[in-house]
């Protein structure tokens, strides 16, 4: 079936850059996207990026997709303290399927 | 008002008591869905509502019993539950679901903490 892969955890410095990374196994998603989980709150849509992109930017935000990897990565420039959360990869083929979550410890 | 909350925010429950997880959302939406997340395992997709009709069931078993009253309520019925079913719930909306596409974004609610002893 579909499945979703990130690693557990990220840490980083603040003003460093971030790449959390994603491989997926559905060829047929037509939408892929990153949500945040802030510490005892629910999801929240970042980003998202349709299957015919390579990149898409917004703001301190680079989405890169590599289709014939079936690699997605979020890149969070000058990452700052309130960029700490869950970071969740999520596509859509049929159902849409999250991966396990990336926690982001930003460290001062 | 907030846009999807869920009731009650925490809930400790023994294995053999009967309780239910609310949620309300006020955007609109014609899609509703429960998620469950646990601890380093992916978030799983338990059932989606599409207009009050039941679209998904991902093979959840019976002791979760959901009801979709109409487009604004949805509500997940426990009973006889097992400790490893201790999670967070995750109320979500859409303004509707697609299986084979763009569902569009998906609002979440802040979870039902749920620990069964």
């Known amino acids: 079936g579909e499945d979703v892969e990130q690693s557990l955890f990220l840490s980083v410095r603040e003003g460093d850059s971030s790449v959390i990374n994603c491989t997926y196994t559905?060829?047929?998603?037509?939408?892929l996207y990153w949500y945040k989980q802030e510490p005892g709150a629910g999801l929240q849509l970042l980003t998202y990026?349709?299957?015919?992109?390579d990149m898409k930017q917004d703001q301190r935000l680079t989405v890169l997709l590599n289709k014939k990897d079936k690699h997605l990565s979020l890149r969070i420039a000058d990452t700052q303290t309130g960029d700490s959360a869950i970071y969740f990869c999520?596509?859509?083929?049929?159902?849409?399927?999250f991966g396990q979550g990336t926690e982001l410890s930003v460290k001062p | 008002e907030t846009g999807v909350t869920q009731t009650p925010r925490h809930l400790v429950m023994g294995m053999t008591n009967k309780k239910s997880l609310k949620c309300e959302q006020h955007?609109?939406?014609?899609?509703m869905y429960w998620y469950k997340q646990s601890a380093k395992k992916p978030l799983e997709l338990m059932f989606v509502?599409?207009?009050?009709?039941?679209?998904e069931n991902n093979s959840v078993p019976s002791r979760f019993s959901p009801e979709c009253p109409n487009s604004s309520h949805l509500f997940l019925h426990l009973h006889t539950l097992q400790p490893e079913d201790s999670a967070l719930y995750l109320c979500?909306?859409?303004?509707?679901?697609?299986?084979?596409?763009?569902?569009?974004?998906?609002?979440f609610g802040e979870g039902s903490r749920l620990t069964v002893l």
């Open positions: 990026i349709f299957s015919n992109m």
């Open positions: 999520a596509e859509s083929g049929g159902k849409l399927i």
């Open positions: 955007l609109g939406h014609n899609a």
């Open positions: 509502y599409n207009f009050k009709e039941q679209t």
């Open positions: 559905d060829s047929s998603s037509t939408y």
């Open positions: 979500a909306s859409s303004q509707e679901y697609s299986s084979g596409g763009y569902t569009g974004e998906l609002f």
